[in-house]
């Protein structure tokens, strides 16, 4: 019998979660039946939308029942098997959640090929967030070369796969984060044309001076302040593939004036722009193929550069979501759940 | 020499037009130059973007410069003609705006069949408000067999196009609009499935109630409450073609509280909705030729419905686009300017 150690969702927060709003349990996991995997979670995944599942509120996804297991991207480890597809010590991209161990019928298993990159970057560059990038630039965004495309949270898993992105199709790529420290790694590091700290008081003045010829692809996926400086740069056709909006994640009740709706409104009737919601989902069954020849060519070729903020072990995972949500890590959050 | 009677601008509006922002003018046209055509206005259309361009604000378009002549959409007959593309008695579409006669070069003249429909009709079915209508639908809208379209103004003439050419298309047509009369016309003379008041102070439930399998297209060319009654009513994937914000067109400066903007952006990112603005002009050079084929087959089959509120005399024109900003016309508001 092996036992998994999970952490389940034991309150809904209101507003920003609480380290009581998750509870560890153990439990026995029952014996493989034929077909069957068991997997070891090795590394587990931590993002944005995982407060999003934490609500009751409709939304494109169910949310997390209290008392289960919260949802998460993971890689893990064929621990045994009697399914003739998977061999023990394969390694596979899933959805095992914030959890050790779990039990799979080999559905929706992906395999991960250890000699084309890091197992971890399953969870990112060649994974969720690379693919949120690449298929709401490729299906949205549309940019076109020499058009610049910016992007918020520019530093983070999908805002930095924008940006890469953007330069290899072409395009002049603008990057907006939080201090100096992330913003030089978006120059220096990623390659972005330019990037500019939101936190800078003349923020939407720099922004700007950062976008001479204007916006035609805003990547959003933080809303807030950063959109009022954003909506006056849009281009005529401007497109905004809208991924998330965290500044709003722990909004609750009525958000006070001024109305910013019809300024939006306005702006969207008077030039031609294009607001577009999507979720990675929409797109994955038809190009994920397509995405990962795509990226793992650009990962061999050395044409895409990431950073991993890993935590050790499961237990470290509500208080590294919590902070993520308050922007305190820098590069893809990841929690390491057992060794490679 | 032909005499011209012409209404230009006199002053910009502040708010409200009033008959004095408009004067009257004649003036005498010179001889015809080879090429040339003499055209004699038969119909003006009165358009509630003319608003706009009676400011000097920056728009899409140039505004109209004091002592110039009203723009405006106009069927003509072509009085004489050194060009060989014309003959005398021919009917055209143009843009003479408010005047009686005008010469044109032949250039942007478009030929009206009158054995196809009443001449008028180049002015809103067959003429621009209608072409809005199957622009905005066919490359945003896209409404697909027994989906739900809703459109507000739908007794305006791009509104009621909006919900006919839904119909056509096999959707189901919701429309919204002010008081009783407009509402039973849309039912029993176009042909749509259901319309609401919006005058009625249970609008959103009637709304909710008119339209039970959600809203898959909304054609957006009002803004304000009915945007708000809209919005939760929007289903998965729904797309809203921005074509108008009337009640908006008098704002200034900020608008008050609550900020409704987080709210539409959490729609737009929950449930994938698309919003684009877009104005006729961008479509017309590719689609102009399609629709008018099209369209000119429906008015022959008897499958499409309009209602004209003509007024007599060019004389009459400013009065008439005064009331109808404020909902006084029913139907296309149209000046007679010379008989048939």
Redo the contacts between chains.
């Keep these: 019998m092996t036992q998994t150690t999970r952490i389940v969702l034991a309150n809904r927060p209101k507003g920003r979660p609480q380290p009581t709003d998750f509870r560890t349990e153990t439990a026995e996991l029952p014996e493989l039946q034929d077909g069957q995997v068991l997997l070891e979670t090795l590394y587990l995944s931590l993002d944005p939308y995982m407060r ?1 599942r934490m609500s009751a509120a ?3 996804a169910d949310p997390v029942e209290i008392g289960a297991v919260m949802v998460g991207g993971t890689v893990a480890r064929v621990a045994q098997s009697r399914n003739a597809d998977w061999n023990e010590g394969d390694i596979v991209a899933c959805g095992n959640g914030w959890q050790t161990h779990a039990i799979s019928s080999g559905a929706g298993l992906r395999r991960v090929d250890p000699d084309v990159a890091p197992p971890s970057t399953a969870l990112h560059v060649l994974g969720m967030t690379g693919f949120t990038a690449w298929a709401g630039l490729g299906n949205i965004g549309k940019p076109a070369k020499g058009e610049t495309v910016a992007v918020a949270a520019a530093s983070g898993p999908v805002g930095s796969m924008v940006g890469q992105i953007a330069k290899l199709r072409g395009a002049r790529a603008v990057g907006i984060a939080g201090g100096a420290e992330k913003c030089a790694y978006l120059v220096n590091e990623l390659g972005f044309d330019a990037a500019v700290d939101h936190r800078a008081e003349d923020f939407p003045q720099r922004l700007a001076e950062a976008c001479p010829d204007g916006i035609d692809v805003y990547f ?1 996926n933080v ?1 807030g302040p950063v ?1 009022d400086a954003v909506l006056p740069l849009l281009n005529l056709y401007a497109r905004v593939p ?4 965290v500044a ?1 994640y722990n ?1 609750h009740g ?26 990675m989902s ?1 797109f994955m069954e038809a190009q994920m193929g397509d995405f990962l020849t795509e990226a793992s060519a650009w990962v061999a070729e050395g044409k895409l550069h990431w950073r991993e903020d890993m935590v050790d072990g499961l237990d470290a995972a509500p208080e590294a979501f919590i902070g993520m949500l308050e922007g305190k890590n820098f590069g893809k959050l990841i929690v390491k759940v057992a060794d490679l």
């Design positions: 999003g409709k939304s494109y959003e809303g959109w809208v991924c998330g909006i709003h909004d009525e958000t006070t004036g001024p109305d910013r709706l019809p300024g939006t409104m306005g702006a969207i009737l008077s030039r031609s722009l294009t607001l577009r919601g999507f979720i929409e």
